[in-house]
Structure formats: C-alpha cells, structure tokens
C-alpha cells in the first residue's frame, strides 16, 4: 500500500470527525448551559470541555505529522499521538459521573484507539492485503464513533469546543 494511499485513508478519517464535528455544532448550540453553582453535571462538563484543546491540539498534530509521514516510524509515531488521546479521553470517564457522558467518553476513547490501531496497521502493511482491507473498515468506524460520541458530549456539554 503506497504511502499517498495511507495518508489518504488517514485524512479520510481526519474528514469525518472534522465533519461530524461541525454539523453537530448546531446542536449544540441550542442546548441549555446555565450558570448555576457548580452542580455535579456542571463538574462533569467542565471535565469533558477540557478535552477540546487537548484534541484539537492532537488534530493538528496528527495532520502535520500525517503531511511528512514518509516512513514507518512517522506512521507510528502518528498512531502513538493518536492513542496517548484515547487514554486522556479514558482517564476523564472515569473522572464523571453522569452514565450518558460516561458513555459518550467511552465511544470517543474507543474511536481514537480504533483510529490509532488502523495507523498502526497503514503503517506495516501485510505482503498481500485481503480485497477488503480491516484497517479501512477500522478507519470507518473509528470516524463514526468519534463523531457520534462528540456530537452527543457537545449537546450535553456546549462550551466543549473542538474543530
């Protein structure tokens, strides 16, 4: 598999979180945040809103590495960023309380270890890949998760800002 194949892949993904993101800005948007003391739903929210920069960091991250990628250890270097967020994203679930965010915190760690898992497998290519190749079903549904869950967390949580 070329290495333009994998960045493509790669920015396929990159694509639908990025997308998932922006349509469930409206959404969001709409939801109710108030400014009452700070209750046990607002602790949880303050815990998931701090994942916004940090994503958005590792995005950014990500794409830059994922442009000069040209050599395994890039790609791996690119699947290791990807995973180090999937455990923040973990460590902050158990950080809440409300089930719902737990929940949505436990899809978006899952999409983000799947996405790091497909990198990996980009990375070292088997001699003769099968005609349909898991790391691209993996891809997919690592996007899917990831843009659902932060859809959901972006509803119950407003002020999480990311791409």
């Keep these: 598999m070329s290495s333009e194949r994998r960045y493509g892949t790669w920015t396929s993904a990159i694509v639908l979180v990025v997308a998932g993101a922006i349509s469930s800005a409206g959404c969001a948007a709409q939801s109710n945040h108030t400014d009452a003391p ?12 701090q994942l916004g920069p940090e994503w958005t960091a590792m995005q950014r991250s990500v794409v830059q590495q994922g442009k000069s990628a040209t050599e395994k250890k890039d790609l791996l270097a690119v699947a290791d960023v990807e995973a180090a967020m999937g455990d923040k994203i973990r460590a902050a679930q158990s950080s809440v309380a409300a089930p719902e965010l737990k929940a949505q915190l436990g899809k978006w760690a899952e999409g983000t270890a799947l996405s790091a898992k497909a990198q990996r497998a980009e990375a070292s290519p088997t001699p003769d ?18 843009s659902d869950a932060t859809a959901a967390l972006r509803q119950a949580c407003p002020q999480l800002k990311l791409p």
Aim: glycine content about 4%; proline content about 10%; charged content about 25%.
């Design 38 to 49: 700070q209750s046990a739903a607002n602790r949880d929210c303050s815990v998931v809103e």
């Design 129 to 146: 890949p099968a005609p349909s190749d898991p790391a691209d079903a993996d891809t997919v549904r690592a996007g899917r998760l990831i």
